[in-house]
T-cell receptor, first 113, second 109 residues
Framework: NAGVTQTPKFRVLKTGQSMTLLCAQD?????MYWYRQDPGMGLRLIHY???????AKGEVPDGYNVSRLKKQNFLLGLESAAPSQTSVYFC????????????FGDGTRLSIL | DQQVKQNSPSLSVQEGRISILNCDYT??????FLWYKKYPAEGPTFLIS?????DKNEDGRFTVFLNKSAKHLSLHIVPSQPGDSAVYFC????????FGAGTRLTVKP
């Protein structure tokens, strides 16, 4: 009963390094999302996908790229990490429309030094 | 521009009493509202929702009220239990979903 799985759970990067966060869902959901959570800010949408092969920008997309090559996977990339990208990242999925309840992974805590 | 606001960062209540969590929004185009619950080191989990065509939705101990004219929604938990201690996020949706900053609820035995 995996639901949404995020890899890795923790990571420390140096400024300028790159990395990819992986999200996998086994619920056959069409929509997938990447959020970041910062203190006092709630969850802010970075990018989302409405289906395999599609991606779109959310509220705070700068400095991130995404890919949805397979329906079950949604990758978030940081090409050149900056300290401002230190955050907890959550992936989520929903069956179809964005106002359907979203299922979240347990998050990736990322620190950029 | 924070379109969804939870003005109380924390709330503490006694076990068995009512917990009332509040949320305000600014965008009148939002048509669906949700509450999520989050425990430490876990992702948010969906709790209850309400469509803009309704003013109340109830699920067991949890009731959500929507006041469209005031652009305000609230979550009532009755009776509160220690296991309800968590961070509660409200969210509002139209084409995408916007979240509030969360309210940390502590239910004391």
């Amino acid at each position: 009963n995996a639901g949404v799985t995020q890899t890795p759970k923790f990571r420390v990067l140096k400024t300028g390094q790159s990395m990819t966060l992986l999200c996998a869902q086994d619920m056959n959901h069409e929509y997938m999302y990447w959020y970041r959570q910062d203190p006092g800010m709630g969850l802010r949408l970075i990018h989302y996908s409405v289906g395999e092969g599609t991606t779109a920008k959310g509220e705070v997309p700068d400095g991130y790229n995404v890919s949805r090559l397979k329906k079950q996977n949604f990758l978030l990339g940081l090409e050149s990490a900056a300290p401002s990208q230190t955050s907890v990242y959550f992936c989520a999925s929903s069956y179809n429309r964005p106002n359907q309840p979203q299922h979240f992974g347990d998050g990736t805590r990322l620190s950029i030094l | 521009d924070q379109q969804v606001k939870q003005n109380s960062p924390s709330l503490s209540v006694q076990e068995g009493r009512i917990s009332i969590l509040n949320c305000d929004y600014t965008n009148s185009m939002f048509d669906y509202f949700l509450w999520y619950k989050k425990y430490p080191a876990e992702g948010p989990t969906f709790l209850i929702s309400i469509s803009s065509i309704k003013d109340k939705n109830e699920d067991g101990r949890f009731t959500v009220f929507l006041n469209k004219s005031a652009k305000h929604l609230s979550l009532h938990i009755v009776p509160s239990q220690p296991g309800d201690s968590a961070v509660y996020f409200c969210a509002a949706s139209n084409n995408d979903m916007r979240f509030g900053a969360g309210t940390r609820l502590t239910v004391k035995p």
